[in-house]
T-cell receptor, first 114, second 118 residues
């Protein structure tokens, strides 16, 4: 079955540091890939997505590139802010059939200190 | 604000009891998904409904059931509750959830219902 593995947290950075959160996946076919963010006490928000190989998703300074050859979708940001402190989830969605469920990684807690 | 609403926000109950969680999708969305977020299992897909019909099932226990009503709101019923059912339950909605344009399948999440079983 499908699975998503993301780096274990927690990750603690200072403001303006570079962020990478690794994500790899196992899936049949050509899944769509997502990063969701969960701020304290809130639901999940879609951060960015990519639907095919070599696509780059970007939003709010975050980027991730769909790498089919390495089955990866690593999240990066050049300069993090305190407001980026949250839990980040990598997820995939099957490309075919009628099942559009999301399969999530375990989540990575990011804390950014001033 | 995603446009997906869930009630109640918090629910505290005892083992063996039954509870109902409610979800109202975004206006115009036909698909509703339920997910469970727990410390040990992470975020897991439970079940999907599309326009009133069950579309897909995930790791949903037999003690749990769901339905989607003609006005498209959905309810998740949890019965014979156990301590291990304590979790955050999220509802998400999308336009279709069927094959077609990927943008129609983007899922928007509600704020969740935190269930505590004592």
């Amino acid at each position: 079955g499908n699975s998503v593995t993301q780096m274990e947290g927690p990750v603690t950075l200072s403001e303006e540091a570079f962020l990478t959160i690794n994500c790899t996946y196992t899936a049949t076919g050509y899944p769509s890939l997502f990063w969701y963010v969960q701020y304290p006490g809130e639901g999940l928000q879609l951060l960015l997505k990519a639907t095919k190989a070599d696509d780059k998703g970007s939003n709010k300074g975050f980027e991730a590139t769909y790498r089919k050859e390495t089955t990866s979708f690593h999240l990066e940001k050049g300069s993090v802010q305190v407001s980026d402190s949250a839990v980040y989830f990598c997820a995939l969605r099957d490309s075919g059939g009628s099942n559009y469920k999301l399969t999530f990684g375990k989540g990575t807690l990011l804390t950014v200190n001033p | 604000d995603s446009g997906v609403t869930q009630t109640p926000k918090h629910l505290i109950t005892a083992t063996g009891q039954r509870v109902t969680l409610r979800c109202s999708p975004r206006s115009g969305d036909l698909s509703v998904y339920w997910y469970q977020q727990s410390l040990d299992q992470g975020l897991q897909f439970l079940i999907q409904y599309y326009n009133g019909e069950e579309r897909a099932k995930g790791n949903i226990l037999e003690r749990f059931s769901a339905q989607q009503f003609p006005d498209l709101h959905s309810e998740l019923n949890l019965s014979s509750l156990e301590l291990g059912d304590s979790a955050l339950y999220f509802c998400a909605s999308s336009v279709t959830g069927l094959a077609g344009r990927s943008s129609y399948n983007e899922q928007f999440f509600g704020p969740g219902t935190r269930l505590t079983v004592l």
